[in-house]
């Protein structure tokens, strides 16, 4: 079972940010959040991860709360390619054969 | 730069047939390689992981098996093929501590 709950579904309108939220309240000192995203009928791409610092990258920035149960993946300006299944996992850094895919939320970007 | 490397990209085999997928990884030596395999609509379920030539490890036990014959090479095999082997099959590697980087899957389809 994943350790992480996300909403199903998502809207975003093209060219604004699209704040894909995470809940993660029984995560653990030595684990981080990582997000992926998934379009259709390919690999999942990774995207970004952090402890507890805030993180941005070309892709994305990832926002963690202070008690560190939950975190925002911020697409910024959102396109019609941004269109896809994103994931949101934690597990410890020193592990990754513990990468708990959940169903992920569907974000659909509209013009 | 790393790269990996899954084909083929579809397949359709009957019911009772042999099954090898193969993956490489090139850009890195000493990889953890992982077998990963996705229902419709569902995340990813995590089959094999290893961590060095000849060592694999099997997270569900199935009809399914892996070998890893080279550092770089990562092979998913079955002698027999269930309807219910039929899904999309996603292979990762990562080096210890980084993130996971996928290949871009084989879509299976058993009739």
């Known amino acids: 079972d994943a350790k992480t709950t996300q909403p199903p579904s998502m809207d975003c309108a093209e060219g604004r940010a699209a704040n894909l939220p995470c809940n993660h309240s029984t995560i653990s000192g030595n684990e981080y959040v990582y997000w992926y995203r998934q379009i259709h009928s390919q690999g999942p791409q990774y995207i970004i991860h952090?402890?507890?610092n805030n993180e941005t990258n070309e892709m994305a920035s990832l926002i963690i709360t202070e008690d560190r149960k939950s975190s925002t993946l911020i697409l910024p300006h959102a396109t019609l390619r941004d269109t896809a299944v994103y994931y949101c996992i934690v597990r410890p850094w020193y592990n990754n054969n513990d990468m708990r895919f959940g169903a992920g939320t569907r974000l659909t970007v509209k013009p | 730069s790393q790269t990996i490397h899954q084909w083929p990209a579809t397949l359709v085999q009957p019911v009772g047939s042999p099954l090898s997928l193969e993956c490489t990884v090139e850009?890195?030596?000493?990889?953890?390689l992982y077998w990963y395999r996705q229902a419709a609509g569902r995340g990813l379920q995590l089959l094999f992981y290893?961590?060095?030539?000849?060592?694999i490890s099997s997270e569900v036990p199935q009809n399914l098996s892996a070998s890893r014959p080279q550092d770089r090479q990562f092979i998913l095999s079955s002698k027999k093929l269930l309807l219910s082997d039929s899904g999309f099959y996603l292979c990762?590697?990562?080096?210890?501590?980084?993130?996971?980087?996928f290949g871009d899957g084989t879509r299976l389809s058993i009739l």
């Open positions: 850009g890195t030596s000493n990889p953890n």
């Open positions: 290893s961590v060095g030539i000849g060592q």
């Open positions: 990762a590697f990562d080096i210890a501590g980084q993130p996971q980087h």
């Open positions: 952090g402890l507890k």
